[in-house]
C-alpha cells in the first residue's frame, strides 16, 4: 500500500496526531480535570499562573537561542524566530500581573522556583536549540502556540465561570486565544519552508511529541518545586 | 487468488487452502510474529430490518408521543441528522413479536440461504448489540437457540456501534488462525422498545412539563431496529464477489473520556454515574431514570479528533492511503457529524474523496451494532463493486470513545 509522501503533509498530520493525543490525555491531569470539571478553586488558579510563568519567562530566551543557531541556508526561519522571540519575550508579565489581580504578590510569581517538569521542559528547549539548524524547534514551538491557540480560550472561559475574578486577572490566557491564530499561520509557513524531507518532518514531530508530554508533565508537577 | 505483493507473500498450506506468511511489514496492533496464517474473506452477507420503512411524519407513531416539547425537539434532531426512513420492530401500540435474538436469527437464516456452505459447517458465531433481551445470558446464546444451527463456539460482544467490529475482528480471527474455517458475525439492535413514553413518564428524567433532556431525547429520533451478518470463511465464495479482510484495528479511549452514551445508570450532581444496582432496588433504579438511553451531545464533538487521528495512524502505518481508497464505509449517527468530520479531515490533510463516501443512513437509519454490517450487505448488492476495489470501514463509537477501522479488498471468487 503506498504511503503519503508528502514531507509537508506528513508533518502536519503527524504534528496533528501528536496534538489530539495531548490534548486529548490533558483531562487525566488533575489540575485540567478540576478546571473542565468545574471543580477549580483560585489556589489552583494561582499555582497554575505561578508554575506557568517560570516556563514562559525563558521563551523568548530559547527561541532567541534557536534564532541564533540557524546558519546561512536557514535565513528565512532564522527571520521568523528573531520575530517571534520578540512578540513573545514580555508574555510572563502578563502572568505577573493576572497572579497579582487574582489575589498573590509578584514577590511570590517572582522568586518561585521552576517545578521539575518546567526544569525538564525547559533544559529540553535550551538543549535542542543549541543544535545547528534546530528545525526540531517547529515541533515545540507547535505544542505551545496550539495551546495558545485551541485551549487559552476555553481555560480562560471556565475560569471565569467558575472564579469571581476580573478580567484583569485572565489576560495571559486570553491574549494568547487571540493571537495565537496569527502565529499559527506563521508558523504554517516555516513547515513549508523546514519539511524539506522524511528527516526533517520526522524531526519536527518528535520534537512536538517530546514538549507534548514535557508540558503535560510539568502541569502535573504543579508546586512540585 | 488476489494478494497483496507488497506485503505479503501467498502460499498453499498443507490443507490447501491459501495462507500467508507474516512478515515483518505491518500485521495488525499485535506483535509481530512469523506465523502461518489463512486469509479471511466475507463470502456473504445479508440484513433482516423488520416491517416497512418509517418515514419521518410516521415515526412519532411508533416511538409514541413524550411531550409537544419533545416532539418538538426530535424534528431538530431529524433536520440535523438527515435521516428519511427506518424501520421498527415494534407496532404504534407497542407490542412486538421480535426480540434482538429474533432479528438477529432472522438475518443468519437470510444468510445460510442464499451460502455456499451448509449450517453444519458454521463453526463460530460471534454477535454485536447494544443491549441484549437479557441481562444474562448473552446474545449469541439467544441467536443460536433460534438459528437452528447445531453446537458451535460463540462470542456475545456488547458495546455499541463498535460492537461490529469486535465481533468481526473476532471472526476474522478465529479462521485465520485456523480455528474454523466457517464463521459468522452478526449485528441486531431492537431500540425503539426503549424510547417508548412509558419508558420515561413517571420517572425523574421528566420534568413538570413533561419536557426530557437533550441527552435523553436525542438517541429517540436517532436509533431504529434491524439486524445484519457476514459469512466469514477461509476462501473467497465460488461465484460472486466477496469482500478479503486485510487488516482491523481498533483502539479504545476510555482512558481519556468518560461514558458519553450510557444506559443503565444515572448521574449525580457532580456527574458521577451512578450503576442501576447501586439504588436502592430495581423498582428506585426505574424511577430514577436508570434504564434510558442517554447521549451527552456535546462529549460526541470532542471525541471527533481521536476518531480522526486514529486515521492519520493508518495513514503513517502505511495502510491507508486515501487516494487509493474506492469506498469509505463510515458509520456515523447524523448528518452533522459527517460534515464535521469532512472539515476536520479536509483540513489535516487527511481526507477520502467525498464521491468515495457510501451511506445508507438516510434510508435505513442508524442501526448501531448492525450499522456496519448493514453497509457492507448493500455496498455488496449495489452492483457498484469491481474486483480489486480497496474498502475502508470506519466505526466511531461514542460509548466511551472507541474508533475501529478495517481494510478490505473486493476479490472475484472465478479468479480465485
Known sequence: MMTNDDPVAATHRGLARVWIDFESALVQVPVIARLVGGRLRIDDYRSLLRNLRQQVVEGGRWISRAAASFGPDHEDLRAMFVVHAAAEHRDYRLLERNYVVAGGTLEDIRSAHKNVGSEALSAFMYHSAAHPNPIGMLGAMFIIESLGNRLAGPWADRVAEQLDLPPDALTFLRYHAENDAGHMAEFDRAVALAATDATASATIVRHARVVARLYRLQLEELDNV | ?416
Open chain 2, 1 to 416: 487468488m488476489p494478494h497483496d505483493p507488497a506485503s505479503r507473500t501467498t502460499r498453499e498450506s498443507a490443507t490447501g487452502t491459501p495462507c500467508d506468511v507474516i512478515g515483518t511489514g505491518t500485521s495488525g496492533d499485535g506483535p509481530r510474529v512469523t506465523a502461518m496464517l489463512r486469509s479471511a474473506f466475507i463470502t456473504r452477507t445479508a440484513q433482516s430490518l423488520p416491517g416497512p420503512p418509517i418515514d419521518n411524519d410516521r415515526m412519532g407513531a411508533f416511538i409514541g408521543s413524550v411531550s409537544p416539547a419533545s416532539d418538538r425537539y426530535g424534528r431538530l434532531v431529524l433536520r440535523q441528522n438527515r435521516i428519511r426512513t427506518r424501520h421498527y420492530a415494534i407496532r404504534p401500540d407497542g407490542t412486538s413479536d421480535w426480540t434482538v435474538a429474533g432479528l438477529g436469527a432472522d438475518a443468519l437464516r437470510l444468510l445460510l440461504a442464499g451460502a455456499e456452505v451448509d449450517r453444519r459447517a458454521i463453526g463460530f458465531l460471534a454477535t454485536a448489540t447494544t443491549q441484549n433481551d437479557l441481562l444474562v445470558p448473552g446474545l449469541a446464546s439467544g441467536v443460536h437457540a433460534a438459528s437452528g444451527l447445531p453446537p458451535v463456539e460463540i462470542a456475545s460482544l456488547q458495546s455499541v456501534c463498535a460492537s461490529a467490529m469486535m465481533a468481526l475482528k473476532a471472526a476474522m480471527l478465529q479462521v485465520r488462525a485456523g480455528e474454523h474455517r466457517a464463521a459468522i458475525a452478526l449485528g441486531a439492535e431492537f431500540a425503539s422498545r426503549y424510547f417508548r413514553p412509558e419508558q420515561y413518564i413517571g420517572t425523574g428524567t421528566m420534568d413538570a412539563q413533561g419536557a426530557l433532556p437533550a441527552d435523553a431525547e436525542f438517541l429517540r429520533w436517532t436509533l431504529s431496529d434491524g439486524a445484519a451478518a457476514l459469512l466469514v470463511e477461509d476462501r473467497p465464495a465460488r461465484t460472486g464477489l466477496s469482500f478479503r479482510i486485510d487488516w482491523i484495528s481498533l483502539r479504545s479511549f476510555a482512558d481519556r473520556f468518560d461514558p458519553c452514551m450510557t444506559g443503565g445508570g444515572t448521574r449525580g450532581q457532580d456527574g458521577t454515574l451512578r450503576p442501576w444496582s447501586h439504588h436502592a432496588g430495581a423498582v428506585a433504579a426505574a424511577r430514577a431514570g436508570a434504564f434510558q438511553l442517554r447521549q451527552d451531545v456535546d462529549a460526541l464533538h470532542r471525541m471527533l479528533p481521536v476518531w480522526l487521528g486514529e486515521l492519520m495512524r493508518l495513514i503513517d502505518e502505511g495502510r491507508v492511503d486515501p487516494a487509493g481508497v474506492d469506498w469509505f464505509l463510515c458509520h456515523f449517527s447524523a448528518h452533522s457529524l459527517r460534515a464535521e468530520m469532512v472539515r476536520m479531515a479536509e483540513r489535516a490533510g487527511c481526507m477520502i474523496p467525498e464521491d468515495r463516501w457510501f451511506t445508507n443512513l438516510y434510508e435505513k437509519g442508524n442501526v448501531g451494532a448492525a450499522a456496519l454490517f448493514l453497509l457492507l450487505d448493500d455496498l455488496l448488492r449495489s452492483d457498484r463493486l469491481r474486483p480489486g476495489q480497496r474498502i475502508v470501514c470506519a466505526v466511531p463509537e461514542s460509548g466511551q470513545c472507541i474508533m475501529a477501522y478495517a481494510g478490505l479488498t473486493v476479490v472475484d471468487g472465478d479468479a480465485g
